[in-house]
């Protein structure tokens, strides 16, 4: 159940007849008042001789009272509380008693005041209820109405359960700000999938992906289109910023700006710059940063492999540095988000938006261990788009799939520590992943595949071996996966490029435990081709090995003074 307190107004009779109205795609059915802070109290939906104008006066008396510089300026007050999809749908008395509930609860009428506010619950949809007070009490006093947000989150946990509801994980306070109903109503009207704040948001998180400066970061989001005021001291430092989107104007059609630090907590200035100034550890910040890939596969590749040093951390680390590396994975699900294939995009950009919410807790990060990962994020933007096809299709799979247990670790992480909605946020991102890796993995696993059943029988029935010897515990479950055969394939690449493929699939199996991997070949497959080396297409064939391997009696190909990277098949 998710209690919303939106925006305080100055027309009572306006909000009462939007919730009493047929509403913006005429949603409203049968709007009545379900409870009020009188039982006699005029409900304008069933009584046909109640009107608007009725029950406004009679909310309103207690401000219209006060002498008129006494008034607040806003006196309007408004509370949705919403169930969920897969909830009971609930009678009006119940209704009624969880609307009581809330208002004691956010102090607007406390148990047993008889000269609290008064209010009214209107329901006009089977999952939910609006709720509108005035904000003077009937003695003239303002009511006490701090933290008010978070003792409604409270009080609707303890409804799920009284009520048996789906439990919704409880909040921190360091989420972001949600949109505003007119928020979200101007994005209907106008057409848009996202609000501006979330669409800003989401813009400025791409922007400051991997930026090394703030130059960097200002010319980015200025290159994605939106509009930017700094706002600067008199002696000429730079405090802040706000962004607008060049087409979300106001009714006097001016662009509506928001600050960096009311679209999410993490992007104020302050906050961002903090990012800029952490060097590693052991190396000092000013150090230059290591020149961008060559490509998109390149870069995927390193961030995969940054990326599963960051599990490493995640599963041992200090919280501290946990906290700091789950922050940078985000920057690389935005980074990648950005630069992916058409076939990937949505399912990218989903994962990247709700692990946002994972990012961020009361444990405080310790910037300088991430900084792997925020070079990562950078080099993939830095390396521009990805194809979706070939050795870059390949290895955007290689990074989804690396991601994935990033993300499920985070997701444990959180667990852990009791962060419900961070974690419930990180399941969510994992769902997408899965969901992306999918569509980048099945083109070129199945060209692996393909290969893996053409092995000739005695080299396959060698893999075979292979993986008895390195993991039997694993053994029979691979070997019924459909992906075997790719793994063959990929342990005959690995052989081919002079490695011991038992002691290196035995490496590869033993760094995270794999019983919970939907395809134990699939994870393996990554793996392999990541810590040998091998080209992620499967259409680049490492060259046959001619020269003995010491210790494991197979072959190995001579060095080439080109490094360790196979060459590719004609």
């Known amino acids: 159940m998710i209690p919303s307190i939106h925006d305080r107004g100055s027309e009572t009779i306006g909000l009462i007849r939007y919730l009493y109205g047929p509403g913006t795609k005429e949603e409203h059915i049968d709007p009545h008042l379900v409870a009020a802070f009188d039982p006699l109290t005029p409900d304008p939906g069933r009584d046909p001789k109640a009107t608007y104008e009725q029950l406004q006066h009679l909310l309103d008396q207690p401000v219209t009272a006060l002498p008129a510089s006494k008034r607040p300026e806003k006196h309007v007050w408004h509370l949705s509380v919403r169930a969920a999809p897969e909830d009971p749908i609930l009678s009006d008395e119940d209704w009624a008693a969880i609307a009581r509930r809330t208002v004691a609860a956010t102090g607007i009428a406390p148990d047993g005041d008889e000269a609290a506010c008064r209010w009214a619950a209107v329901r006009h949809a089977d999952d939910h209820i609006h709720i509108i007070a005035t904000l003077v009490r009937d003695d003239g006093r303002r009511p006490r109405l701090h933290n008010e947000a978070r003792r409604a989150q409270a009080e609707c946990r303890r409804i799920e359960a009284d009520y048996n509801l789906r439990r919704v994980p409880a909040g921190d306070g360091t989420a972001a700000k949600r949109p505003t109903s007119a928020e979200r109503h101007k994005a209907e009207r106008e057409g848009r999938e996202q609000s501006a704040r979330e669409k800003l948001r989401e813009t400025v998180r791409r922007a400051v992906a991997g930026a090394m400066s703030e130059e960097e970061f200002f010319d980015r989001m200025a290159s994605a289109g939106l509009l930017i005021r700094k706002r600067v001291a008199p002696s000429g430092d730079l405090l802040g910023y706000t962004v607008a989107l060049p087409d979300d104007r106001n009714g006097d059609k001016e662009p509506v700006f928001y600050a960096g630090s009311t679209l999410s907590p993490d992007l104020s200035l302050p906050r961002i710059r903090k990012r800029f100034s952490s060097g590693s550890p052991d190396q000092d910040s000013d150090t230059p940063s290591v020149e961008a890939p060559s490509g998109p596969a390149t870069a995927r590749r390193q961030a995969a492999s940054a990326t599963w040093q ?8 200090e919280d501290a540095q946990v906290a700091a590396h789950i922050a940078a994975a985000g920057e690389v699900l935005d980074a990648l988000a950005k630069t992916s294939a058409a076939h990937t995009r949505k399912q990218l950009r989903g994962a990247a938006f709700v692990f946002e919410r994972a990012t961020r807790s009361h444990v405080q990060a310790e910037r300088g261990h991430d900084r ?11 390396s521009g788009p990805a194809l979706g096809r070939g050795e870059d299709g390949a290895t955007t799979a290689m990074a989804i799939d690396m991601l994935f247990f990033l993300v499920t670790a985070a997701a444990h992480w959180h667990a852990k520590k009791n962060h419900a909605q961070q974690a419930a946020a990180a399941q969510e991102a994992a769902e997408h992943l899965r969901a992306a890796y999918r569509a980048a993995a099945d083109i070129p696993l199945g060209a692996l595949y393909q290969r893996g059943r053409h092995l000739p029988q005695p080299l396959r029935q060698r893999q075979t071996a292979y993986l008895r010897q390195a993991v039997p515990e694993l053994a029979e479950r691979a070997l019924a996966e459909p992906g075997w055969f790719a793994l063959a394939a990929t342990l ?15 490496e590869a199996a033993g760094r995270r435990e794999l019983t919970t991997a939907d395809s134990v070949t699939d994870v393996l497959v990554w ?3 990541r810590m040998a080396n091998l080209p992620a297409d499967a259409t680049a064939v490492p060259e046959r090995a001619t020269t003995a391997v010491p210790g494991n009696g197979r072959t190995a190909r001579p060095s080439t003074g080109r490094g360790d990277q196979p060459r590719r098949a004609r």
């Open 527 to 529: 793996r392999l081709r």
């Open 310 to 317: 960051a599990v490493l951390v995640i599963d041992h680390g």
């Open 372 to 382: 792997a990962l925020r070079q990562a994020a950078r080099d993939l933007v830095h």
């Open 492 to 506: 005959a690449d690995v052989e081919a490029a002079g490695h011991d493929p038992a002691g290196l699939l035995a």
